[in-house]
């Protein structure tokens, strides 16, 4: 069905939005975020005699680059989304061989999406540099929430897209069926 296709669109095109959003809201607020990253990686609000304590990072050019790199893969993510949801929009009438086809972006963008915010914000910044421990600067409620959207697109995306009725795809005549003549 064209809504399906449509749904489809709409929620690769909001997860783009969401993602160009969060990388602008980075760099445009750069020192807020950046105190994040400095806290979860010098891990300064972790539990007293945290035995991980090893793990932290305590150069602030350490912190700058990899704020840097989050915002990066944030926007490249909304960047991937964005191409996925204009050619999804471009195949919208299309073969649901050619529809399925057009999802490689918005497939690659929501994988990314799901590294960005499962891998480093729950294993990395979660697990790794204990975020889960610090009451003030854990982010993983909000990672875990984003990443349950992100999976839910993501499985409603991969879902096969058939010819739809009233498309140029489904316009086309079928090929006539020859009958046997053999009989035996």
């Known amino acids: 069905m064209l809504i399906t296709r449509l749904a489809k669109i709409v929620m690769v095109l909001i997860l783009a939005v969401f993602c ?3 990388a602008f809201d980075n760099l445009t607020d750069y020192a807020t975020n950046y105190l994040f990253v400095q806290h979860v990686l010098s891990m300064d609000t972790t539990f007293p005699g945290n035995s991980l304590m090893y793990r932290s990072i305590i150069n602030p050019i350490a912190w700058q680059v990899a704020y840097a790199l989050i915002i990066a893969a944030e926007a490249a993510t909304g960047v991937l989304l964005l191409a996925g949801a204009v050619r ?26 799901f590294l960005v915010w499962f891998f480093g914000f ?25 990443v349950l959207v992100i999976l839910a697109v993501l499985i ?27 009989k035996k």
Do not use: C, H, I
């Open 20 to 22: 160009l959003l969060v």
């Open 88 to 113: 999804l929009w471009q195949a919208r009438e299309a073969s649901g061989t050619d529809f399925n086809r057009a999802k490689d972006y918005a497939v690659a963008g929501s994988a990314l999406a």
């Open 122 to 146: 729950m294993v990395v910044a979660g697990e790794w540099f204990a975020m889960w421990e610090s009451q003030t600067w854990n982010g993983q409620e909000a990672a875990f929430r984003f």
């Open 156 to 182: 409603f995306l991969n879902q096969t897209d058939p010819d739809v009725a009233g498309t140029v795809a489904a316009r086309r005549p079928m090929p006539k069926r020859r009958r046997r003549t053999d």
